[in-house]
């Protein structure tokens, strides 16, 4: 496990989903034992996105015949639009249906009987792997709000694009704030632009 906050048992947050309640059971204290959060369990892949959706998890416990949508289908959303790594737990170790969970984006296939060690050592990869996709994110956001506010410094005030971005990075330093809660003030009009001085201070 990763010695940072982020990744390691004792934050890793996870969703389990078995439609056998003694299963679900069983992970989950398997995985409490060994310090993981459970956040939520679901008995079909439909209510997984429930919970995804209203809660922030690291990780999702799937198994990979349940009723409802498709779980090679949802392991492909989950990794998509939710940026949630999956890993599936089966009672089948049929080659082609491990080389399918691969395909879907599964980060590790486990077969029941689970061994703990083995869970553990998969949902480590799993979670350290959400951790990387969500910093990932997160930059890629930030430069797209900082290209926009650069665009909108270049309009209004007539800035050449590494005038603009110097500009963003000077107020940045001088109020403190990040360079995306700049951007971010720019685009809402919070920072008037008027009041932004093009020359250094």
């Known amino acids: 496990m990763k010695p940072t906050s982020e990744g390691t048992a004792s934050t890793a947050r996870v969703i389990v989903a078995d439609d056998e309640a003694i299963i679900r059971m069983g992970l989950?204290?398997?995985?409490?034992d060994a310090g993981y959060q459970i956040i939520g369990e679901a008995s079909t892949?439909?209510?997984v996105f429930d919970l995804a959706e209203g809660r922030t998890a690291d990780a999702v416990l799937l198994d990979i015949r349940m009723p409802g949508m498709d779980t090679l289908q949802a392991a492909r959303v989950l990794a998509?639009?939710?940026?949630?790594?999956?890993?599936f737990v089966s009672a089948?170790?049929?080659?082609a249906l491990v080389a399918q969970a691969t395909e879907a984006g599964a980060f590790a296939y486990v077969v029941k009987p689970v061994r703990v060690e083995q869970l553990l050592a998969a949902l480590a990869v799993a979670t350290a792997r959400s951790a990387d996709l969500r910093h990932a994110n997160e930059?890629?956001?930030?430069?797209?709000?900082?290209?926009r506010a650069k665009g909108a410094l270049m309009k209004q005030l007539g800035l050449g694009e590494e005038d603009a971005y110097l500009?963003?990075?000077?107020?940045?330093?001088?109020?403190?704030?990040?360079?995306?809660?700049?951007?971010?003030?720019?685009?809402?009009?919070?920072?008037?632009?008027?009041?932004?001085?093009?020359?250094?201070?």
């Open 28 to 32: 989950r204290r398997m995985l409490e």
């Open 45 to 47: 892949a439909d209510e």
């Open 80 to 87: 998509r639009d939710y940026a949630l790594p999956v890993v």
């Open 92 to 95: 089948f170790s049929d080659p």
């Open 139 to 147: 930059a890629l956001e930030t430069r797209k709000v900082v290209e």
């Open 167 to 201: 500009l963003l990075q000077r107020q940045s330093r001088n109020l403190r704030k990040s360079m995306r809660d700049v951007a971010v003030a720019v685009l809402t009009s919070e920072m008037s632009l008027g009041k932004i001085s093009p020359r250094g201070s």
